[in-house]
């Protein structure tokens, strides 16, 4: 019996921990306060498609630029070995086509991480940059203000839904991302 509290204690503080994470991840919602919105980059299948998860985290930026449409959104995610173009890119041509104006779109098509898209935007933006709304999938809002608040960057975040098909697997990915960037800073 003490071996099996000593085994399921901190699994289960763990467990609440990421949990209260996640929650505040979503908080505080984007009113319109800062100038730019950074698009988080996600999977981009054979062909230029952006998936699933990434076309939520797209109509989501341009849900907001409806409301506030003087923003600057910087579309940021470099090019996995399985990927044919680069994330931003992808995400440049959706809002696009979706009528964005391409005047109103900065890329950053060089990260490879959730920390290298919001310190190479902040190295794009310069001393202009007050904040940044950031935009990404409801799971992976925790890890992106963490991240955030590492490198001095104020912020507030729209979430993006989580596609039902791979909700399971990336929340509980994502406790143990939230753990490393906790510990490591990134």
């Known amino acids: 019996m003490v071996i099996l509290l000593i085994f399921c204690i901190p699994i289960l503080f763990f467990w609440t921990i990421t949990t209260l994470w996640l929650i505040d991840g979503e908080k505080p919602k984007a009113n319109g306060k800062y100038k730019y919105v950074i698009v988080l980059g996600a999977k981009v299948k054979r062909g230029a498609i952006p998936s699933k998860a990434l076309a939520f985290r797209l109509n989501a930026a341009l849900d907001y630029a409806k409301q506030y449409p003087d923003i600057q959104i910087i579309v940021s995610g470099g090019q996995g070995p399985d990927e044919d173009a680069t994330e931003a890119s992808v995400m440049k041509q959706y809002l696009i086509d979706r009528g964005f104006p391409e005047s109103q779109i900065i890329v950053e098509d060089q990260s490879t991480s959730t920390y290298e898209n919001l310190l190479n935007s902040k190295e794009i933006v310069g001393d202009e940059l007050k904040g940044l709304t950031i935009v990404s999938s409801d799971y992976h809002l925790a890890r992106a203000k963490m991240l955030s608040k ?29 753990l490393k960037s906790f510990v490591t800073g990134k």
């Not at 001095?152 to 929340?171: L, W």
């Open 150 to 178: 590492e490198l001095h960057i104020k912020c507030d975040v729209i979430s993006a839904k989580t596609p039902k098909s791979i909700e399971n697997k990336v929340r509980f990915r994502e406790r143990f991302a939230l």
